[in-house]
């Protein structure tokens, strides 16, 4: 039976580094409370060694979106049902370093809604549906940044570009605001004019109401 909690931290390209310091705030806060703590995340570019994948394959992430949309599947059914679920059931506390929203947005802002309840069944089978096993997260966090924060730090900085410019930022953001009551979710206002300690501050505020 399940015991644990499940929380999942998500945030539109360009988020990364919110996203990143809020799961360390956070792990770092459940751990002085006295909590159990795993951390997970879902694939990508960056995360393919974390995974074990480098060394399987040269996966091109973003080249295809619908070859991605199915690897991200099958790599987050296997972390649910071995990572996941296992903390879980040992009354765990799991971060996630985004995960379904994450798969459902890259593939919305690229033009793939046709049959999006189709992606969305496809999505809920990766985490446990007709296996009797579906994981649902106890909470989600969307890190808000702004599109044009996001667009700076991605395209100016990191030299990494995006078809569309800002407007895929921003179309990648409305998804997020659209689609996070789905998930138990609430947006933190993570925008360059905060502190990272003021934000982490409210994150750990809204974990400490769902354990």
């Not at 100016?156 to 921003?170: N, P, R, S, T």
């Amino acid at each position: 039976m399940r015991k644990g909690k499940f929380i999942v931290l998500e945030g539109i390209s360009g988020s990364g580094q919110q996203v990143k310091a809020g799961i360390v705030a956070l792990h770092k806060a459940l751990v002085e409370n006295k909590y159990d703590v795993v951390e997970c995340a879902n694939p990508d570019s960056g995360r393919a060694k974390e995974l074990g994948i480098d060394n399987v394959f040269n996966w091109p992430f973003g080249k295809d979106i619908q070859a991605d949309f199915f690897l991200e599947g099958a790599v987050r059914a296997e972390i649910f049902k071995n990572v996941v679920a296992p903390a879980l059931e040992q009354d765990k506390v799991v971060l996630c370093k985004q995960s379904s929203i994450s798969s459902l947005a890259n593939a919305w802002v690229n033009g793939h809604t046709h049959h999006f309840d189709t992606l969305r069944h496809l999505e809920k089978i990766s985490r446990g549906f007709l296996f009797d096993s579906e994981i649902y997260p106890d909470l989600t966090i969307f890190f808000d940044v702004p599109a044009e924060e996001a667009y700076e730090r991605v395209e100016d900085v990191l030299q990494i570009h995006h078809e569309g410019g800002l407007e895929y930022y921003q179309k990648m953001r409305d998804f997020y605001l659209k689609e996070i009551s789905r998930w138990h979710g609430v947006r933190i206002d993570a925008s360059a004019r905060r502190h990272p300690d003021e934000v982490n501050a409210e994150a750990w505020e809204l974990v400490k109401k769902t354990l």
